[in-house]
């Protein structure tokens, strides 16, 4: 069973557009989650991340909010780029001492010009 | 930024032999990690490494899997004998601190297992 549903699986979108990923889980436990970002041939970078205590964190154009009633979260990118285009991943990790990434299968985003 | 070293890139082995994947963290990284890709597939969290010892480790990380860290070396996975299901990207990662703190990735070792 899935633990990290991500949706959806692949979106394409214009330059300047407003991108929209989606993220839910399963496990009460988690309190931290962080959005990371891949290139092809490179590993996931953290874009951005969210503690379970806050609702929202912003970054440039890069905005991550937190439903913890509902279990879900997004990451919204505003005024999305060509260079955006990559894959992107929500990842949860649990209260324990030492971390353990449960990861979504992510979202491939294009971002056309 | 910081960065995780992984050596080698892809890496092609005869089902049966034995294999290592070498990492090398960032410098003053405490804890390290190894992840499992499957093509298509989520990444799946295999173990963490922390004081030289494991803290924990998944289902996925089986008995012929072992890590280890010698003082100021590589960070490395063994498996051995090697299987046919083993064939995936294996992700090394390293963080300063433990849950809730960045961690850093490198770019994967393809490996591929005939």
């Known amino acids: 069973q899935q633990q990290v549903r991500q949706s959806p699986q692949s979106l394409t979108v214009w330059e300047g557009g407003t991108t929209v990923l989606t993220c839910s889980y399963e496990d009460s436990t988690f309190n931290y989650f962080p959005w990371y970002q891949q290139f092809p041939g490179e590993g996931p970078a953290l874009l951005i991340s969210i503690l379970s205590v806050s609702d929202k964190k912003e970054d440039g154009r890069f905005t991550t909010f937190f439903n913890k009633r509902e279990k879900k979260l997004s990451l919204h990118i505003i005024d999305s780029q060509p260079g955006d285009s990559a894959t992107y991943f929500c990842?949860?990790?649990?209260?324990?001492?030492?971390?353990?990434?449960?990861w979504g299968l992510g979202t491939s985003l294009v971002v056309n010009p | 930024g910081p960065k995780v070293l992984q050596i080698p890139s892809h890496q092609i082995i005869d089902m049966g032999q034995m294999v290592t994947l070498n990492c090398d963290p960032v410098s003053n990284h405490l804890y390290f990690y190894w992840y499992k890709q499957i093509l298509g597939q989520q990444m799946e969290f295999l173990v963490n490494?922390?004081?030289?010892?494991?803290?924990?480790k998944s289902k996925l990380f089986k008995d012929q899997f072992s890590v280890e860290r010698p003082d100021g070396s590589y960070f490395t996975l063994k498996i051995q004998p090697t299987a046919l299901e083993d064939s995936a990207v294996y992700f090394c990662a390293s963080s300063l601190g433990g849950a809730r703190t960045e961690v850093f990735f490198g770019k994967g070792t393809r490996l591929t297992v005939v």
């Open positions: 490494f922390y004081n030289g010892k494991v803290m924990e």
């Open positions: 990842a949860a990790d649990n209260v324990g001492d030492n971390s353990k990434l449960i």
